[in-house]
């Protein structure tokens, strides 16, 4: 047991955490982060894609819903998602805030009241639209079969500062860490400021109990697998995600007093199709991901597309078939195209553990979702069509990759775990932010909301000392 008393424990080292992190260390508070994954830099992301998913994913690289219909992948590393996804940024509309405060009861659950938070976390950030210089050819051939179906579509926005495209980069490489800090990451952003203003982090640390007392919270963990170790606060703050932060809290029989943890478990679903063409496509160059539809009967009809890629490894997990078959196909890999459809998912899920303590995840797709991914996708082989695809390739995984939930915000204790200022219903010491509050799935990228959120929770930790 360290004798040292923090003022705050944070619980995750990704989004949320960071920007929480560096706004307290900047009020002085001694804050102390615990992080299970390594703390990795632009010289040290590994360079190999079967290596990010050993070094940088729990389990391994994907985590199975119960029936295995679903693969989810939840970063393990400092900086959690800001390192492995495409910093991509939006912020929510009227449609996604409306149907929060209908299941939450929370009135500043809008676009007005929640515009100056967002300005305050895109102020701690560099922001870029990606420009038409830095697009494929896999984004031309979206952008053009779009067009011909009668559809529109607009350029991504995305968390970055000088990724010199000109120069050859292909941010591909950012789903193993960007290795020119270009892209908004965590560490070099709101958690490099956390770090220069007093924060301790311990990486590779794995939590393994919460105790609450009169005084405060007590942490317990391992780290790097052998050393015990304990850690008081005053306060505590979960920022491991949706399923982290469940678990967490479920193994710490916290669901006694809060039954709802765990419930809510939303993932947009998302579907890759490929489009293979005669001519070379390389979808892996410059930014390959970088325009999505901006459609309002897309919105409506519940889903969204994207032009997206991944590399050979994942790729090969969502081509099917077997032996000669699919090696031809996986040959065939510069000549792809590739677009996916994510799902606005109605049907919640719940994450529970078994007797061991290990993780369950009971998550399907309702009539409503598979209805909503077969229109997206009759889309997409339209757009492959029209725009001469030789043969196309509905991928046979579907990903979850905006894991939101678990620990929803809400004004009843009953049907959910965070209440309006962001405390755990039961302890008013405990605080969460990050996407494990989310009521439903909103249909937009959740990191921006995600940043806005924990600014708002900020001053609320500050204001209850």
């Given at each position: 047991?360290e004798n040292?008393i923090y003022?705050?424990?944070?619980?995750?080292?990704g989004?949320s955490?960071?920007?929480?992190?560096?706004q307290?260390?900047?009020?002085?508070?001694?804050?102390?982060m615990?992080e299970?994954?390594?703390?990795?830099?632009?010289?040290?992301y590994?360079?190999?894609?079967?290596?990010?998913s050993s070094?940088m994913?729990?389990?391994?690289?994907i985590?199975?819903?119960?029936?295995?219909?679903?693969?989810?992948?939840?970063?393990?590393?400092?900086?959690?998602?800001?390192?492995?996804?495409?910093?991509l940024l939006?912020?929510f509309?009227?449609?996604?805030?409306?149907?929060?405060?209908s299941?939450?009861?929370?009135?500043?659950?809008?676009?007005?009241?929640m515009?100056?938070?967002?300005?305050?976390?895109?102020a701690?950030?560099?922001?870029q639209?990606?420009?038409d210089s830095a697009?494929?050819?896999?984004?031309e051939?979206?952008?053009?079969?779009?067009e011909?179906?009668?559809?529109?579509?607009?350029?991504?926005?995305?968390?970055?500062?000088?990724?010199?495209y000109?120069?050859?980069?292909d941010c591909?490489?950012?789903?193993s860490?960007?290795?020119?800090?270009?892209?908004?990451?965590?560490?070099?952003?709101?958690?490099?400021?956390?770090?220069?203003?007093?924060?301790?982090?311990?990486?590779?640390?794995?939590?393994?109990?919460?105790?609450?007392?009169?005084d405060?919270?007590?942490i317990?963990?391992?780290?790097?697998k052998?050393?015990?170790?304990?850690?008081?606060a005053?306060?505590?703050?979960?920022?491991?995600?949706?399923?982290?932060?469940?678990?967490?809290?479920?193994?710490?029989g916290?669901?006694?007093?809060?039954?709802?943890?765990?419930?809510?478990?939303?993932?947009?679903p998302?579907?890759?199709?490929?489009?293979?063409?005669?001519?070379?496509v390389n979808s892996?160059?410059?930014a390959?991901?970088?325009v999505?539809?901006?459609d309002?009967?897309f919105r409506k009809?519940?889903?969204?597309?994207?032009?997206?890629?991944?590399p050979?490894?994942?790729?090969?997990?969502?081509?099917?078939?077997?032996?000669?078959?699919?090696?031809?196909?996986?040959?065939?890999?510069?000549?792809?195209?590739?677009?996916?459809?994510?799902?606005?998912?109605t049907?919640?899920?719940k994450i529970?553990?078994?007797?061991?303590?290990?993780?369950?995840?009971?998550?399907?797709?309702?009539?409503?979702?598979?209805?909503?991914?077969?229109?997206?996708?009759?889309?997409i082989?339209?757009?492959?069509s029209?725009t001469?695809?030789e043969?196309i390739?509905?991928?046979?995984?579907?990903?979850?990759l905006h894991?939101?939930?678990?620990c929803?915000?809400?004004t009843?204790?009953?049907?959910?775990?965070?209440?309006?200022?962001?405390?755990l219903h039961?302890?008013?010491?405990?605080?969460?932010?990050?996407s494990?509050v989310?009521?439903?799935?909103?249909?937009?990228?959740?990191?921006?909301?995600?940043?806005?959120?924990?600014t708002?929770?900020s001053?609320?930790?500050?204001?209850?000392?």
């Amino acid at each position: 047991m360290e004798n040292k008393i923090y003022d705050v424990i944070i619980v995750g080292a990704g989004v949320s955490g960071s920007f929480i992190a560096d706004q307290l260390t900047k009020e002085g508070m001694k804050c102390l982060m615990l992080e299970a994954g390594p703390f990795l830099d632009k010289d040290t992301y590994p360079t190999y894609e079967v290596l990010t998913s050993s070094k940088m994913y729990w389990s391994g690289g994907i985590e199975l819903n119960k029936n295995a219909s679903l693969a989810f992948l939840r970063p393990k590393v400092v900086g959690g998602g800001s390192i492995v996804n495409q910093a991509l940024l939006d912020r929510f509309d009227e449609e996604a805030f409306g149907d929060w405060r209908s299941k939450s009861s929370i009135d500043y659950l809008n676009t007005r009241d929640m515009a100056p938070w967002y300005d305050k976390a895109e102020a701690k950030i560099a922001i870029q639209t990606i420009p038409d210089s830095a697009r494929n050819r896999n984004a031309e051939i979206f952008l053009k079969g779009m067009e011909k179906n009668g559809f529109s579509a607009k350029a991504l926005t995305r968390a970055q500062s000088g990724c010199e495209y000109e120069k050859g980069n292909d941010c591909i490489e950012c789903l193993s860490g960007c290795r020119i800090d270009s892209k908004q990451s965590m560490p070099v952003t709101t958690l490099k400021s956390a770090l220069a203003q007093g924060l301790k982090l311990i990486p590779l640390f794995e939590v393994e109990n919460i105790k609450m007392n009169q005084d405060g919270v007590e942490i317990s963990g391992i780290r790097g697998k052998k050393d015990a170790q304990k850690f008081k606060a005053k306060k505590l703050v979960m920022a491991a995600g949706a399923i982290g932060n469940s678990l967490l809290f479920l193994r710490s029989g916290l669901d006694k007093a809060n039954p709802a943890i765990g419930e809510n478990f939303y993932t947009h679903p998302q579907f890759m199709s490929l489009g293979v063409y005669k001519d070379p496509v390389n979808s892996f160059k410059s930014a390959f991901q970088s325009v999505k539809s901006d459609d309002p009967k897309f919105r409506k009809w519940g889903f969204k597309l994207e032009n997206v890629f991944a590399p050979p490894a994942g790729l090969s997990m969502l081509v099917p078939g077997h032996g000669k078959a699919h090696a031809d196909d996986m040959r065939k890999i510069p000549h792809m195209a590739c677009i996916e459809v994510a799902v606005r998912d109605t049907n919640p899920g719940k994450i529970s553990i078994d007797s061991k303590g290990r993780t369950v995840i009971d998550k399907k797709l309702n009539s409503e979702d598979k209805k909503r991914r077969d229109k997206g996708i009759e889309i997409i082989n339209n757009i492959f069509s029209s725009t001469g695809a030789e043969k196309i390739i509905q991928g046979n995984t579907a990903i979850g990759l905006h894991l939101m939930g678990g620990c929803v915000l809400g004004t009843d204790g009953k049907n959910s775990v965070t209440n309006p200022e962001f405390n755990l219903h039961s302890n008013k010491n405990v605080y969460i932010a990050d996407s494990s509050v989310f009521p439903s799935a909103p249909g937009i990228n959740p990191s921006l909301t995600i940043m806005a959120l924990s600014t708002m929770a900020s001053k609320n930790i500050i204001s209850g000392f």
